[in-house]
T-cell receptor, first 115, second 113 residues
Framework: ETGVTQTPRHLVMGMTNKKSLKCEQH?????MYWYKQSAKKPLELMFV???????ENNSVPSRFSPECPNSSHLFLHLHTLQPEDSALYLC??????????????FGPGTRLTVL | KNQVEQSPQSLIILEGKNCTLQ??????????LRWYKQDTGRGPVSLTI?????NTKSNGRYTATLDADTKQSSLHITASQLSDSASYICVVEGYSSASKIIFGSGTRLSIRP
């Protein structure tokens, strides 16, 4: 276990549904990330939060909406998704320090299937 | 364009054998390079992290090397075990922004008994 938890682990939803993914860490980290991992493709960065402030939105469609209420929790709200959004969604956290070498800790991911 | 390329895409070896995975990158300026292991259906787990000044780092049976001049890294696995079957991902981070992290596509390693 890395100390980063994600729920649910599996999610099947229709294109008209609204659902949310949750990520939680109690490692004292100050940065949190959402990644999308599709089959045979590199991890794609979606959003970055530093100290609860969104610092990067990597041209993600508006049907994905992140929320970071505090430094320990991160949500990804999903609305009117497309079948091509089916993927493994990974949350990660790390400490942003002066050394810049602190590694990211990943959660187990949510396997999302959009029908 | 900042890129990270890994080879081979997939590899099958017999249990007990050694293997070496390759990573070439063009990320500049360079901060650090990490190797992750990702089991099927799980999140990546960090194996090693190396900065510009380091050229080798070990973690048990895993040894990573880095040549910052040629922008190449390798991950060597000795005495492979069935539990080593996973994807191995090379990740390179540039300076100046916490979000400038580039992931390779990974090498899928299968260990056969």
């Amino acid at each position: 276990e890395t100390g980063v938890t994600q729920t649910p682990r599996h999610l099947v939803m229709g294109m008209t549904n609204k659902k949310s993914l949750k990520c939680e860490q109690h490692l004292g980290h100050n940065a949190m990330y959402w990644y999308k991992q599709s089959a045979k493709k590199p991890l794609e960065l979606m959003f970055v939060y530093n100290f609860k402030e969104q610092t990067e939105n990597n041209s993600v469609p508006s049907r994905f909406s992140p929320e970071c209420p505090n430094s320990s929790h991160l949500f990804l709200h999903l609305h009117t998704l497309q079948p091509e959004d089916s993927a493994l969604y990974l949350c990660a956290s790390r400490i942003i320090g002066t050394s810049g070498t602190d590694t990211q800790y990943f959660g187990p991911g949510t396997r999302l299937t959009v029908l | 364009k900042n890129q990270v390329e890994q080879s081979p895409q997939s590899l099958i070896i017999l249990e007990g054998k050694n293997c070496t995975l390759q990573c070439n990158y063009t990320v500049s300026p360079f901060s650090n390079l990490r190797w992750y292991k990702q089991d099927t259906g799980r999140g990546p787990v960090s194996l090693t992290i190396m900065t510009f000044s380091e050229n080798t780092k070990s973690n048990g049976r895993y040894t990573a090397t880095l040549d910052a001049d040629t922008k190449q890294s390798s991950l060597h696995i000795t005495a492979s075990q069935l539990s080593d079957s996973a994807s191995y991902i090379c990740v390179v981070e540039g300076y100046s922004s916490a979000s400038k992290i580039i992931f390779g596509s990974g090498t899928r390693l299968s260990i056969r008994p």
